[in-house]
């Protein structure tokens, strides 16, 4: 049943904010900063737990009790796409991504690491299109409606779609399939321990926001972190390609070079420009527009906005390798430093909220089973 509208601490709206009705591909990134200066300000502010922790902390839980939908769907169904992925990857990995860096004469660097990205590339592609179509063609119009997000919401809403609902199913199982093999699968890198807690907040982050419906905010973030896993594992692929046969390479490092570009302007626009703009407007703003009161405004934007700044200092990694390329004029020799842009850094989900941080700088060492191999 629709909860009844006294849940909600509504006030009368004076007036709307600049975005409501409609976000433009390209908003005003001034008049977002006036809206979260006037409407997200004074809402956060207006959360902050002033009558004391216990009690906030006590609201909170009783949100939690009343927007909550688990069912055994969202247990069962990620763990078949999770079996489902690893034994694709199994496969994948006999037949194709451990021969090719045999074919191609890779180094042991690329003949090690090859296979980890490109199957990640191609996973990250998956779900990268799929969230772009669900964005940008749904016929709500996700990433110019950010009324949308909210407007439909209450505790209990069936999900969305079934593209989103199927989504978020793969999404999990993927990451479930993320964690396994960082410990069973992948190369070892010396920063496995961060690793294995990127994947479990990324999970705790999808499972959290599909429990509670808060899926289209949760799809919209998907599609803003996605884009940039593709690039950076493309990159780090053709990186491995600049020596074959102990011979470089000057076409592969001509694409690599062309891959980071894209990479670097997909970081600008994507989680420089549009999360702000729109993930972070569409909770910060629009939803309070939408439902004042509404449940888990302050850790939920609070997270975000952290993300943001997070994102903000990595970008000084992308810089340097610019200024490296374009002003030093020295090549990228080792995907090891793309990892380093990289960073900690959370692919995606609004729930992505790191993503895969590298070595920086310490050798390749295979698991055991690899070195028989």
Known sequence: LKIDQSFFRHRVVMSYPAYYNYSPVFP??????????TYGATELNARLPW??????????????????????????????FFAGITVARVILNKLLFH?????????EEGTAKFPDSVWKMLLYTITWVWATYLVLFDKEQYFFNLTSHWDKWYPGAPIASAGIYWLYMFELGWYYNQAYSTIYVDAF????????????????LLFFSFVVRFEKIGLLILFLQDFGDVTIELSKTMVY????????????????????????????????YWFPTKAIYSTMVVGIAVYPGGPYYLPFNIGLWVLFGMQVYWFKFILRLLFKLLVLHKEIDDARE????????????????????GDLGNPIKPRHRRLKE
């Open 99 to 107: 021969r090719i860096p045999k074919w191609c004469e890779l180094d």
């Open 241 to 272: 390609f600049k020596k074959r046969g102990g011979v470089h390479c000057w076409k592969t490092e001509i694409v690599a070079n062309i891959c980071f570009a894209v990479f670097t302007l997909q970081h600008v626009l994507f989680r420089l």
């Open 28 to 37: 005003n990134p001034l008049l977002c900063l006036a809206d979260f200066a």
């Open 338 to 357: 793309l990892d380093e842009d990289e960073g900690a850094e959370p692919s995606g989900e609004a729930l992505k909220c790191i993503d895969n941080p």
């Open 189 to 204: 890198r010396k920063d496995i321990v961060l690793m294995m807690v990127h994947h479990f907040i990324t999970i705790a």
């Open 51 to 80: 009558n004391g922790l216990g009690v906030w902390l006590a609201e909170t839980a009783h949100w939690m009790r009343i927007t909550f939908c688990l069912d055994w769907e969202i247990v069962l169904l990620p763990l078949i």
